[in-house]
């Protein structure tokens, strides 16, 4: 009875989220070493919005939800054609990793993988042929490259 009555005022969020990293950081003081968490965590709603938030905490559960929130600061629109797939072929670079991404046709699939194929499943992306052309294999990096391939399609 008390759920359906405020059932209106609870904001719900159709976003997703997929921890794309999470590391253990340490700061050397005086008494010793100081460790926190820091966490990469991808956001998307499937229908063409998606982002990338990184943040720190001092327990895990601190760095999801504080990168969470910062996922959904940085969202983008990535403009699918027919829902499924990228308009045309972009190619970005984020520090040491380089991302390529082409369109493809309905039921090729999502060819693409690790932080890449996270990024583009949230973001709604069908079908699509992805190839980390970077030879990095840190996670956040190549997550922040297809961001930046994702944000010239929607120019």
């Known amino acids: 009875m008390a ?22 950081v340490t700061r050397v003081v ?4 100081r460790f926190r ?6 956001v998307g709603d499937e229908k063409g919005q998606v982002g990338v938030g990184v943040a720190k905490g001092l327990d ?5 939800a504080k990168a969470r929130a ?5 969202l983008i629109t990535v403009p699918l054609k027919d829902g499924r797939t990228i308009l045309y072929r972009a190619e970005a670079k984020y520090s040491a990793a380089r991302v390529l991404l082409k369109p493809a ?13 996270v990024v583009l499943g949230l973001a709604g992306v069908r079908d699509i042929t992805a190839k980390c052309l970077g030879r990095t294999p840190n996670k956040l990096t190549n997550a922040l490259a297809t961001i930046e391939a994702l944000k010239q399609l929607s120019q």
């Open 60 to 64: 895990v559960a601190s760095a999801v």
């Open 37 to 42: 968490f820091r966490a990469t965590v991808a």
């Open 3 to 24: 759920r359906e009555r405020f059932a209106k005022f609870v904001k719900r969020d159709d976003f997703k989220e997929k921890v794309l990293d999470l590391r253990r």
């Open 70 to 74: 910062e996922g959904k600061k940085n």
């Open 30 to 33: 005086a008494g010793g070493k």
């Open 105 to 117: 046709g309905e039921g090729h699939g999502l060819k693409a993988g690790g932080a890449v194929r």
